[in-house]
T-cell receptor
């Protein structure tokens, strides 16, 4: 396994269109995270899955955003009716669940850069 | 809400210098702190992770320290090289599954 994969790497779309991104985590990792990163800022947490269950969502995740992880493996992040403010890098990370206060090291993909025109 | 601040925002040094990057956080109730490296247009690469019970971690030329009570961490890079040029981000794990990132320090090491 070569790490976390994200597809596509770049997406250019017109305002109002729907877009979907895919993340394939490291195969044995049961936790999967989505982040959004804008220029000059650190990543901001969007949502998190443990196996197929979406356990936490940020207030940043408006009704236009939906994420799924149907079989507990890959995940998709869909943005409906895109707006120019959605332009950002969308990062996916995966990790192994720990017990209590364990390491939970996150491994990141290369990201999908979204440009909304 | 946990807030993470990194100072300086940018740093330019000549090759060979030792340097220190700073990270501060507002809520000391953290599980761990992680330092990452990000190259332009790329994802994040984990460098070091310090558990809340630890004071420091070392990997090669990198040394990270953690003072949880004062809400501070430093990343020390010894004998810097041009290949170290990147943005360095720190992130705190503030509850079971949520991570908060700083805005990063953009490092340029000049040959």
């Amino acid at each position: 396994d070569t790490g976390v994969s994200q597809d596509p790497r770049h997406k250019i779309t017109k305002r109002g269109q729907n877009v979907t991104f895919r993340c394939d985590p490291i195969s044995e990792h049961n936790r999967l995270y989505w982040y959004r990163q804008t220029l000059g800022q650190g990543p901001e947490f969007l949502t998190y899955f443990q196996n197929e269950a979406q356990l936490e969502k940020s207030r940043l995740l408006s009704d236009r955003f939906s994420a799924e992880r149907p079989k507990g493996s890959f995940s998709t992040l869909e943005i409906q009716r895109t707006e120019q403010g959605d332009s950002a890098m969308y990062l996916c990370a995966s990790s192994l669940a720990d017990t209590g206060r364990g390491k939970n090291i996150q491994y990141f993909g290369a990201g999908t850069r979204l440009s909304v025109l | 809400k946990q807030e993470v601040t990194q100072i300086p925002a940018a740093l330019s040094v000549p090759e060979g210098e030792n340097l220190v990057l700073n990270c501060s956080f507002t809520d000391s109730a953290i599980y761990n702190l992680q330092w990452f490296r990000q190259d332009p247009g790329k994802g994040l690469t984990s460098l070091l992770l310090i558990q809340s019970s630890q004071r420091e971690q070392t990997s090669g030329r990198l040394n990270a320290s953690l003072d949880k009570s004062s809400g501070r961490s430093t990343l020390y890079i010894a004998a810097s090289q041009p290949g170290d040029s990147a943005t360095y981000l720190c992130a705190v794990r503030a509850n079971f599954n949520k991570f908060y990132f700083g805005s990063g320090t953009k490092l340029n090491v000049k040959p």
